[in-house]
């Protein structure tokens, strides 16, 4: 049996974006000391209340706003949020929040746009998968990940992939290339198949985004179409951004094997950089900043020994991407 590495849509896209980012967290396995960013763990938070309130079939959990409230518990962390809507000062200077305030406004906001969701039917949530990748009939890799839900959507009778996002600012032109929806649409139709949760020619029609705006509902009153209105009862001529956003993105079949087919063509590169048969090379932008590495990875730009000082003294290191045998010969 060969020995593959276990790869993740986050291991995935971090090699996209700079391969020296990702050997320095993938390979070398190093991690900074710090805590996670907050928007990460808000994120996960959300998640994880939205996970437990869409039950499987028609069946709802407890509201999400109550479970959000159990998962902070007594942290206090402040998040960036977008109050462009409300006041132009505002919009000038970054405005950071109570994350737990700010999670359960939002969270009950939504319950309030959207109720129990009665016309979805929930057939997986929270599925974890693992595939073999398979290039030129060997298998380079082992693809993990959870994907958030599966559902039928009564409304417009397709079946959809779930994919919930909070973000400071809702964008939507690129989801039709969006890779790690994409790559988990074609997992979840493999897996689904092989469970028998779905026949063997049933396919997803398509990915359901479900977009949370982190921004506290505006407190204006509003028309029976959804303006906001001024205190003299007049519309106002500064409208939100929607806090909510659910865009279906569709999907074919023959994506399926597209998405596996790339994905395996990016696990091949990975390969032969962790194998030393190709450079690790940086990817330079104007993101460098917001890298967990940025200032590690100037000093190394500038060669010596004083990046190393600094890796050992501003970072653990963890295990590395997990290797494990294949099940093919």
Same mark, same amino acid.
């Given at each position: 049996?060969?020995?593959?590495?276990?790869?993740?849509?986050?291991?995935?896209?971090? %090699?996209?974006?700079?391969?020296?980012?990702?050997?320095?967290?993938?390979?070398?396995?190093?991690?900074?000391?710090?805590?996670?960013?907050?928007?990460?763990?808000?994120?996960?938070?959300?998640?994880?209340?939205?996970?437990?309130?869409?039950?499987?079939?028609?069946?709802?959990?407890?509201?999400?706003?109550?479970?959000?409230?159990?998962?902070?518990?007594? #942290?206090?962390?402040?998040?960036?949020?977008?109050?462009?809507?409300?006041?132009?000062?505002?919009?000038?200077?970054?405005?950071?929040?109570?994350?737990?305030?700010?999670?359960?406004?939002?969270?009950?906001?939504?319950?309030?746009?959207?109720?129990?969701?009665?016309?979805?039917?929930?057939?997986?949530?929270?599925?974890?998968?693992?595939?073999?990748?398979?290039?030129?009939?060997?298998?380079?890799?082992? %693809?993990?990940?959870?994907?958030?839900?599966?559902?039928?959507?009564?409304?417009?009778?397709?079946?959809?992939?779930?994919?919930?996002?909070?973000?400071?600012?809702?964008?939507?032109?690129?989801?039709?290339?969006?890779?790690?929806?994409?790559?988990?649409?074609?997992?979840?139709?493999?897996?689904?198949?092989?469970?028998?949760?779905?026949?063997?020619?049933?396919?997803?029609?398509?990915?359901?985004?479900? %977009?949370?705006?982190?921004?506290?509902?505006?407190?204006?009153?509003?028309?029976?179409?959804?303006?906001?209105?001024?205190?003299?009862?007049?519309?106002?001529?500064?409208?939100?951004?929607?806090?909510?956003?659910?865009?279906?993105?569709?999907?074919?079949?023959?994506?399926?094997?597209?998405?596996?087919?790339?994905?395996?063509?990016?696990?091949?590169?990975?390969?032969?950089?962790?194998?030393?048969?190709?450079?690790?090379?940086?990817?330079?932008?104007?993101?460098?900043?917001?890298?967990?590495?940025?200032?590690?990875?100037?000093?190394? #730009?500038?060669?010596?020994?004083?990046?190393?000082?600094?890796?050992?003294?501003?970072?653990?290191?963890?295990?590395?991407?997990?290797?494990?045998?294949?099940?093919?010969?």
């Amino acid at each position: 049996m060969s020995v593959v590495p276990i790869i993740s849509n986050s291991e995935r896209n971090t %090699f996209g974006r700079c391969p020296q980012r990702w050997w320095w967290a993938y390979v070398d396995g190093l991690r900074p000391r710090a805590r996670p960013a907050d928007a990460l763990w808000f994120g996960i938070g959300v998640h994880e209340a939205l996970a437990l309130f869409y039950n499987e079939g028609f069946d709802r959990g407890p509201l999400p706003a109550a479970t959000w409230k159990n998962w902070v518990g007594d #942290e206090i962390r402040y998040i960036k949020a977008n109050f462009a809507d409300h006041d132009r000062e505002w919009f000038e200077q970054p405005v950071y929040e109570d994350a737990g305030e700010l999670g359960q406004a939002m969270l009950e906001a939504y319950i309030k746009e959207y109720g129990d969701d009665p016309y979805l039917e929930i057939l997986a949530v929270e599925q974890p998968f693992e595939l073999e990748i398979v290039r030129d009939d060997e298998v380079i890799a082992i %693809f993990i990940g959870i994907f958030d839900g599966v559902a039928i959507d009564h409304w417009w009778n397709n079946m959809v992939l779930l994919e919930h996002k909070t973000a400071g600012a809702i964008k939507t032109m690129h989801l039709g290339l969006d890779n790690q929806a994409g790559s988990y649409f074609s997992a979840a139709t493999i897996v689904l198949r092989h469970q028998g949760i779905i026949g063997r020619k049933d396919t997803i029609d398509g990915i359901k985004y479900n %977009f949370l705006r982190k921004s506290k509902p505006d407190p204006r009153e509003r028309n029976e179409r959804g303006a906001y209105l001024n205190k003299d009862g007049s519309v106002s001529k500064k409208q939100p951004a929607k806090a909510f956003v659910r865009e279906f993105v569709d999907r074919s079949p023959r994506e399926v094997g597209s998405q596996m087919r790339r994905l395996a063509n990016e696990v091949f590169v990975m390969n032969k950089v962790r194998n030393g048969e190709l450079p690790v090379n940086k990817v330079t932008n104007d993101m460098c900043p917001y890298c967990p590495f940025h200032t590690m990875c100037t000093m190394h #730009e500038r060669g010596g020994s004083a990046w190393r000082e600094y890796r050992d003294a501003m970072y653990t290191v963890s295990e590395p991407s997990p290797l494990r045998k294949s099940a093919a010969e």
